[in-house]
């Protein structure tokens, strides 16, 4: 998709976000507070990426995992902007800035993957199957 195509389909702040690697404000912001079952995908190319069985409350303002579905769908550079070293994550497909991982979040895994969630899609659990997400619904099945 060029830029014109991506224009037209995301919204200004969804752009400015995956496409800048924009920051959405914290606490102001579709799914810092959303905590019902389901995934998260790509905005632009609809591919899971995090569940809300990892996703938790980082007092941060952002939606916050503890990691992803799959690693291989991610990719991790070193960001040195704003006076700061961090490590940006992108989505592998479609190159779009989703926002940062930190070293600072909850046992097992010790991981913060602080999103925007401009970047990321929702996708409630009773949603799955008409969404053609069907194969996920095994994340939500209670033993």
Same mark, same amino acid.
């Given at each position: 998709? $060029?830029?014109?195509?991506?224009?037209?389909?995301?919204?200004?702040?969804?752009?400015?976000?995956?496409?800048?690697?924009?920051?959405?404000?914290?606490?102001?912001?579709?799914?810092?507070?959303?905590?019902?079952?389901?995934?998260?995908?790509?905005?632009?190319?609809?591919?899971?990426?995090?569940?809300? $069985?990892?996703?938790?409350?980082?007092?941060?303002?952002?939606?916050?995992?503890?990691?992803?579905?799959?690693?291989?769908?991610?990719?991790?550079?070193?960001?040195?902007?704003?006076?700061?070293?961090?490590?940006?994550?992108?989505?592998?497909?479609?190159?779009?800035?989703?926002?940062?991982?930190?070293?600072?979040?909850?046992?097992?895994?010790?991981?913060?993957?602080?999103?925007?969630?401009?970047?990321?899609?929702?996708?409630?659990?009773?949603?799955?199957?008409?969404?053609?997400?069907?194969?996920?619904?095994?994340?939500?099945?209670?033993?």
């Amino acid at each position: 998709m $060029n830029k014109n195509e991506l224009k037209e389909k995301l919204t200004p702040i969804q752009y400015e976000v995956t496409q800048n690697n924009g920051t959405e404000p914290p606490f102001h912001n579709e799914y810092w507070n959303e905590f019902a079952d389901g995934i998260y995908v790509d905005v632009i190319s609809g591919k899971p990426l995090f569940s809300s $069985n990892d996703k938790y409350d980082a007092g941060c303002g952002w939606p916050s995992f503890t990691k992803p579905i799959s690693e291989e769908d991610l990719v991790e550079n070193t960001d040195t902007s704003h006076f700061m070293v961090r490590t940006e994550v992108r989505t592998k497909e479609t190159d779009s800035h989703l926002g940062h991982v930190f070293n600072d979040g909850p046992h097992p895994s010790g991981l913060r993957y602080c999103m925007n969630s401009a970047s990321l899609r929702f996708v409630r659990k009773e949603d799955l199957e008409a969404e053609g997400y069907g194969k996920y619904k095994v994340l939500f099945d209670e033993d």
